[in-house]
């Protein structure tokens, strides 16, 4: 059985439902995760599921977490989007539905050329152990 928007106003704070849910973003360079640069993993903040590493993280200056690669590419799904005029491909997590933010073909710094530019709010963060 798939959670309900009652549930997930139960589980997600005002602001997490709003991005996760709702598909709103956080205002850039306000995300706690934006200069976190200890070692670990990334999951979705609405079911858990491991999506970055920190390997892959970068600081893209955009004013939000940014990852060049994601942990497995099965746990995302990428859809067109053209809600704010311009088309750009969301970023949904495979499991649950919620959306993480947008991906860009605009980092020829990173390896990939990519920059998932992915809200703190949509996500939690486990250190690795030392």
């Given at each position: 059985?798939s ?41 979705c ?19 939000w ?66």
């Amino acid at each position: 059985m798939s959670a309900t928007s009652q549930d997930w106003k139960a589980k997600l704070t005002k602001e997490q439902y709003a991005v996760l849910r709702q598909k709103g973003t956080e205002a850039p360079f306000t995300g706690t995760l934006l200069h976190n640069e200890a070692s670990g993993m990334y999951s979705c903040a609405a079911c858990g599921t491991e999506i970055f590493s920190s390997e892959h993280k970068f600081d893209s200056g955009s004013g939000w977490p940014s990852f060049y690669d994601v942990k497995n590419s099965s746990k995302l799904e990428l859809k067109d989007d053209s809600s704010m005029g311009a088309t750009r491909t969301e970023v949904v997590c495979a499991t649950c539905g919620s959306h993480l933010g947008h991906v860009f073909n605009d980092a020829p710094q990173t390896p990939t050329g990519q920059r998932y530019c992915i809200n703190s709010v949509a996500l939690n963060f486990k250190e690795k152990a030392a």
